[in-house]
């Protein structure tokens, strides 16, 4: 097999890796729930989240008893990596196996280090949702394809971060939700919601009405909505107009059947400048959900190079 490319923004087919996708996607819900299991609620669900790390995808820091373990997807080594704040460490291959194989192997090393896994052992906001410990059907693992998408993380992390640094009110993290399989970063006006609906596949509405309890503006990537995945932004609720406004640089776009803005990763990744493309998306989107939903944009927003322009701040980073 061929190394990974390590181009900054590099190609990758949904339909060249639809299978590895898929078990993967199993594999980060069941480590998903590990967090889920021994973290404390924070609003909107935030504690169960993953985050883009240096090599992969980790838990980051997991409260157990008087300690703390990780757990992380190491997409480089093609490890899972679980280190215990006792020492203790324990790693699981990253190469093609059942889901029910990778479950049993995670739960042992678990635990060996004493760690307990009380999770709901079903995948969530998918359908079929096959027990883990049945799911015999999802076994592929392509280690090119794997990193290929971290490094679209990795890209996409880093942009969406830039504009997270915009918004100075509620503002989730940038974060990676298993349920969906998206990275996700979330505005808050600061007013309550309407109920949401629900109606996600194998998955409680009320999980949902959490979810979306706030008045919100929301965006991310996943790995769908164009043939190498799709920069996405939408509003909840989706304030009247909101599909009509523009969605910023050329092959951005409103999808009816998902009812969001989308914007093809490989119209960015082509772009002269994908970092330009990208955050104008995200700006021209949020400008319509906060415009049209007449946020207080006054009291939500900043420079987050305000104190760059500073004589004074300047000269106690110098002193410093």
């Known amino acids: 097999m061929t190394r990974p490319s390590t181009t900054t923004w590099p190609s990758l087919r949904v339909s060249d890796w639809t299978d590895t996708r898929d078990t993967l996607h199993m594999w980060t819900q069941i480590v998903g ?13 935030w504690q169960v989240t993953l985050y883009v790390s240096p090599r992969g995808l980790t838990t980051s820091t997991i409260p157990h ?7 992380e997807f190491d997409f480089v080594g093609h490890q899972l990596e679980i280190r215990s704040s006792d020492g203790g460490t324990r790693s699981v291959p990253l190469r093609p196996m059942p889901v029910a194989e990778f479950y049993t192997r995670v739960l042992d090393a678990l635990d060996r280090l004493g760690i307990e896994a009380p999770i709901r052992p079903h995948p969530n906001e998918v359908d079929p949702a096959i027990p883990f410990a049945e799911d ?35 503002v989730s993290p ?39 309890s706030r008045e919100l503006s929301s965006c991310g990537f996943w790995p769908g909505g164009g043939e190498e995945g ?25 999808s009816t059947e998902f009812q969001q803005f989308l914007l093809p990763y490989e119209a960015a990744r082509t772009a002269s400048d994908p970092d330009r493309v990208v955050t104008e998306f995200l700006h021209a989107t949020y400008d319509a959900a906060a415009d049209l939903g007449r946020w207080d944009r006054a009291a939500l927003e900043d420079d987050p190079f305000r104190w760059n322009t500073d004589p004074a701040a300047r000269q106690g980073n110098d002193a410093g």
Not at 140 to 151: I, N, Q
Not at 178 to 194: I, K, N
Not at 236 to 254: L, V
């Open 33 to 45: 729930k590990i967090r889920m299991a021994h973290a404390p609620l924070v609003n909107h669900w």
């Open 65 to 71: 008893r008087s300690g703390a373990f990780e757990i």
């Open 136 to 170: 015999h059907t999802h076994a592929s693992y392509d280690s090119e394809p794997a990193t290929l998408f971290w490094r679209q993380l990795l890209q996409a992390d880093r942009v969406i971060g830039e504009f997270r640094s915009h918004f100075v009110g509620k």
């Open 174 to 212: 940038v974060h990676f939700f298993w349920g969906g399989m998206d990275l996700a970063c979330t505005r808050f006006s600061g007013r309550p919601a309407p109920p949401h609906p629900g109606g996600a596949p194998n998955c409680g509405d009320w999980v949902m009405v959490e979810g979306y």
């Open 230 to 254: 799709a920069f996405y932004s939408y509003a909840y609720p989706g304030p009247d107009g909101f599909a009509d406004r523009p969605a910023g640089p050329d092959g951005a776009f409103f």
